[in-house]
């Protein structure tokens, strides 16, 4: 540096930053031999921090607006003092500028599937792309952990470090979303608000914060998406004797605006299915009609008594009233009928409690 740029140096105080790369995080102020001036002026605009650094360490962090520097550096008079230093001066002070403004196009994906269990599907492979925004929320953090000495900071040096750290935290946030596969689409701004939240916490002490996290996209192998096609249409196509119909009518109908030996070929063709339907449909009997009465009245029991050592009936239950009431028929009188192992007393017999009802017992003995 020469004379002139040495003596410019001591004489210029005001310290500012006008940022036109517009991917610069961080930026040196130069100044020769980093030396600042006692009173200095320190421009600060919105969308900037300046971070102060005095003798080797962070002495303050300035916000927007002017700032007068007041530090123990006074480089005229260090000048003179440092012959025995050889000509160096032994303060040193720096001025970082960080901006703080989002920086929106950070793009991420996945290079390689992850893979994730699916409660319809099983294990299934998902790539994804997007973007997010990175912004710096503690300036001083950020020089400490990821700048150092570095006089221009940029986003390409940091950014496929976040690439990496959002594609480690994406299997979980999927796996852990517990959202089936067909429902990605409809979540994904859901996901990609707690994936901010998360990165948002692990770059904490690098003073770096994720205030937006895009998902673009997520899919699946080809294959799959083949299989998923199919499925699809099979779910569209719903009823395939009303959808071959459907078919066969607008056949019919192209082959009608279509005079001419296709249009005759295909419907003589249309004619044979249909005279192969209309055999098919005489051949096929005709269901019966449904009943337009009352079904028929259960069919009654046939009872059989033992009279005297004969068999009489078959009778129904009216008819038994009618031998109780006469006599003929007694509690001890053997009865049978269809499906009894045995002839059996009347009175044993449930069935017949009713037919004795109005029958009175025997008189007791007369002493």
């Known amino acids: 540096m020469g004379l002139w740029d040495k003596l410019k140096g001591e004489l210029i105080d005001i310290i500012e930053w006008l940022d036109d790369s517009r991917d610069t995080i961080v930026w040196r102020f130069p100044r020769y031999e980093n030396e600042i001036k006692m009173g200095a002026k320190l421009i600060v605009r919105e969308s900037q921090a300046a971070v102060f650094v005095n003798e080797g360490q962070v002495a303050d962090v300035f916000t927007p607006g002017t700032h007068t520097l007041t530090t123990q550096n006074m480089p005229i008079l260090s000048t003179l003092k440092g012959w025995k230093y050889g000509f160096e001066s032994p303060w040193k002070a720096e001025v970082y500028f960080v901006s703080t403004r989002q920086f929106t196009d950070m793009k991420w994906g996945t290079q390689n599937p992850v893979i994730v269990r699916d409660p319809e599907f099983g294990a299934v492979r998902l790539r994804a792309f997007g973007a997010f925004a990175m912004r710096v929320a503690d300036p001083a953090a950020l020089l400490r952990e990821l700048v150092g000495t570095d006089p221009q900071f940029r986003t390409?040096?940091?950014?496929?470090?976040?690439?990496?750290?959002?594609?480690?935290?994406?299997?979980?946030?999927?796996?852990?979303?517990?959202?089936?596969?067909?429902?990605?689409?409809?979540?994904?701004?859901t996901i990609g608000a707690s994936l901010a939240t998360v990165l948002t916490d692990e770059l904490a002490p690098s003073g770096i914060a994720i205030p937006r996290f895009i998902i673009e996209n997520i899919s699946v192998p080809p294959e799959v998406e083949e299989a998923l096609d199919k499925r699809t249409s099979i779910g569209v196509v719903g009823n395939l004797d009303s959808y071959t119909k459907f078919q066969a009518a607008n056949a019919m109908e192209d082959a009608a605006n279509n005079p001419g030996g296709a249009g005759e070929a295909f419907g003589f063709g249309l004619g044979m299915a249909a005279g192969q339907r209309a055999t098919q449909a005489m051949n096929t009997p005709a269901s019966a009609p449904p009943p337009t009465g009352p079904p028929p009245l259960p069919a009654t029991a046939e009872w059989f008594v033992g009279v005297n050592g004969q068999q009489q009936g078959p009778y129904d239950q009216s008819g038994l009233a009618g031998l109780a009431a006469s006599g003929t028929l007694r509690r001890e009188t053997l009865v049978w009928k269809n499906g009894m192992a045995a002839w059996t007393a009347a009175g044993q017999v449930a069935e017949l409690a009713g037919v004795f009802a109005q029958v009175p017992p025997p008189l007791p003995p007369q002493g």
Do not use: C, F, I, W
């Open 156 to 189: 390409e040096e940091v950014q496929e470090y976040l690439r990496q750290l959002v594609v480690s935290h994406l299997g979980s946030a999927l796996a852990t979303a517990n959202v089936p596969m067909l429902d990605l689409a409809a979540k994904q701004q």
